[in-house]
């Protein structure tokens, strides 16, 4: 089973924000600054598109942005756009070389 | 551009076998830690199997050890996950995913397992 519970679903209009939220344990998003987050676009290769809990990877746009605060972690999308419906997850390092993933949000831009 | 490829999904019988393969283009396998991912719709992500780059060390999910065996032919850069005794409760996409170090940097665009009689 994932271990990191976030929402099924989230949703927006183009410009608005949405925030997904991503909830461990102290084993994981507890202990370690090592949260990334990653797009999905069905059928594609899953990009990464933060690490390290707040760091942008090269040429994702700064609307995009993302935090920790104990065991929760959250990703931020502002000013919504078309391309940014996806399927989001995040996953936090758990010691060893192991990580752990979340459930998976689904954003739709309304 | 750094690249990961997997294939050998299928539909299987219970019981059955596959033998998945993740070719890495643009890097070298042995210099990475690389994992194996499964991802079940509504479900989310569960890692299923990882090795080192000295493959040496290689670790399995309780679900599967025994079962799967990973592999890497570093001639053919090529990563492997041999399934055996296949079960329902396997069905799902499995995805190869390179280690960068506390994140997974890389990702395939997965292969499809369907395990149904």
């Known amino acids: 089973q994932s271990v990191l519970a976030q929402p099924p679903s989230a949703s927006g209009s183009p410009g608005q924000s949405v925030t997904i939220s991503c909830t461990g344990t102290y084993n994981d998003i507890g202990t370690y600054d090592f949260v990334s987050w990653f797009q999905h676009h069905p059928g594609r290769a899953p990009k990464v598109i933060i690490y390290?809990?707040?760091k942008r990877r090269s040429g994702v746009p700064d609307r995009f942005s993302a935090s920790k605060s104990g065991y929760t972690a959250s990703l931020t999308v502002s000013g919504l756009q078309a391309e940014d419906e996806a399927d989001y997850y995040c996953?936090?390092?758990?010691?060893?070389?192991?990580?752990?993933f979340g459930t998976g949000t689904k954003v739709t831009v309304l | 551009e750094d690249q990961l490829v997997e294939s050998g999904g299928d539909l299987v019988q219970p019981g059955g076998s596959l033998r998945l393969s993740c070719v890495a283009s643009?890097?070298?396998?042995?210099?990475?830690?690389m994992h194996w991912v499964r991802q079940v719709p509504g479900e989310g992500l569960i890692s299923v199997s990882r090795i080192d780059r000295d493959e040496t060390n290689t670790r399995y999910a309780d679900f599967v050890r025994g079962r799967f065996t990973i592999s890497r032919d570093d001639a053919t850069n090529t990563l492997h996950l041999q399934m055996n005794s296949l079960r329902v409760e396997d069905t799902g996409t499995y995805y190869c995913?390179?280690?960068?170090?506390?994140?997974?940097?890389?990702w395939g665009q997965g292969t499809t397992v369907a395990v149904s009689s």
């Open positions: 390290d809990v707040s």
């Open positions: 995913a390179r280690d960068r170090l506390f994140f997974i940097d890389l």
């Open positions: 996953s936090s390092y758990s010691g060893n070389n192991n990580y752990v």
């Open positions: 643009g890097f070298t396998l042995r210099s990475h830690w």
